[in-house]
């Protein structure tokens, strides 16, 4: 969750959540793009023999197998960092919680892929949630995060996916929200 706000008169909390708009994901989305026209480049040019990247000497690569390999591998990560650009444009996971009190609504909204789709959203009665939980899981693959815990319904996970939150900044946003819903805080 990247920027709160709170508003006393009008009972609101507002938290905004960050998609793939990350500078890890244009990294990478550039790294894979450049990567793969590379080797795009690489066999096309031992293919028509002809030197499309000046400082490689790419028609002295075989076509068969070498330039056939590069053509599909080049392929590929023009494909996927093709990917990685629209998750970008298109903001994949990007959106924000708000917790209304005024309303007694709790709004969930993400930006998911482009259709009938697009805009997930999930509105729900602040009488109807039970609790705030904190899932920590250490080790290789570590998971730290915040779910709402609704009557009947499914935990609504309410932290961004990726890099893992530091736990401080963790217990914090779950004792504020806890406060502010005046529910329980499970898990710690």
């Known amino acids: 969750m990247t920027a709160k706000t709170t508003s006393e008169e009008t009972r609101i909390l507002h938290q905004s959540i960050l998609g793939s708009r ?11 793009s450049l990567g793969g026209i590379g ?10 023999g002809v030197n499309l990247i000046p400082f490689v000497e790419s ?3 075989i076509f068969l197998p070498q330039g056939l390999a590069m053509s599909f591998y080049g392929t590929a990560g023009v494909l996927l960092g093709a990917y990685l650009w629209l998750a970008i444009l298109w903001d994949l996971g990007g959106g924000f919680n708000e917790f209304n009190r005024k309303t007694g609504k709790v709004t969930i909204f993400r930006w998911g892929f482009p259709g009938k789709n697009r805009k997930v959203e999930a509105t729900y009665p602040i009488e109807e949630i039970q609790s705030i939980r904190v899932v920590l899981q250490e080790g290789i693959n570590p998971k730290r ?21 530091p736990l401080s900044e963790l217990e914090n946003q779950g004792a504020e929200l806890a406060r502010f819903l005046q529910v329980p805080l499970e898990g710690l």
């Open 39 to 48: 080797f795009l480049l690489a066999g096309v040019s031992s293919y028509l």
């Open 22 to 32: 990350r500078l890890s994901n244009y990294w990478w989305a550039t790294v894979v």
């Open 145 to 165: 995060s915040l779910y709402l815990r609704v009557k009947g319904r499914r935990d609504i996970p309410l932290t961004r996916v990726g890099q893992p939150l």
């Open 59 to 61: 028609p002295q690569i």
